[in-house]
């Protein structure tokens, strides 16, 4: 009975390390030297006439970091960021394939607010990954005039059902402080 209750034990212990691995990092310069290798990402100081920034960096035990900046904006500001944003980047336009399933994913959806588009992925994406090993993401906020800069990026990672799940599970948003 004893080695029974013990199994019970270390298999729960196990789940709950599987499952509860997950560390979320704030800080500000963890962010820039990420943005400042990335190249890509925006550094905090090339968004100017930002009200306030909010950077996390969260990281699974099972996939790499994922990092996003979130820059709000004053009612004054934030048309020209977004038009910014629009002019910087481009957009993809076709819906993508997962490499194994087959899914096709439309490359916008919304999430708590935001309008999530994904940026192109043969312009940003590394030559040799498929998606949806690595996706950045940009998120519109009308309502709060905030705007979501998401990188992502997991070799491992051969289906996606949904860009929600990825924005949710694997870069963190729903544990956003």
């Not at 943005?35 to 925006?42: D, H, L, S, V």
């Not at 498929?130 to 309502?143: K, S, V």
Request: with cysteine.
């Amino acid at each position: 009975m004893m080695k029974k209750a013990i199994c019970i034990w270390l298999s729960l212990l196990f789940i709950v390390a599987l499952t509860g691995c997950s560390e979320i990092d704030t800080s500000a310069d963890t962010y820039e030297k990420f943005a400042a290798e990335n190249g890509i990402m925006p550094t905090i100081d090339s968004l100017s006439d930002c009200r306030s920034v909010q950077t996390m960096k969260y990281e699974r035990f099972d996939i790499l970091p994922a990092y996003t900046l979130i820059a709000e904006y004053d009612a004054e500001h934030y048309p020209s960021a977004v038009n910014a944003v629009n002019e910087k980047y481009t957009f993809q336009m076709e819906p993508m394939t997962d490499k194994v399933e087959g899914n096709k994913l439309n490359p916008t959806f919304s999430y708590d607010g935001y309008d999530f588009s994904v940026l192109n992925l043969k312009k940003y994406c590394k030559e040799d990954s498929e998606f949806p090993e690595e996706l950045y993401f940009i998120g519109i906020n009308r309502e709060e005039r905030k705007i979501a800069y998401v990188y992502f990026y997991d070799q491992s990672l051969d289906v996606a059902s949904s860009l929600e799940h990825i924005l949710t599970y694997y870069c963190g948003w729903s544990k956003i402080p």
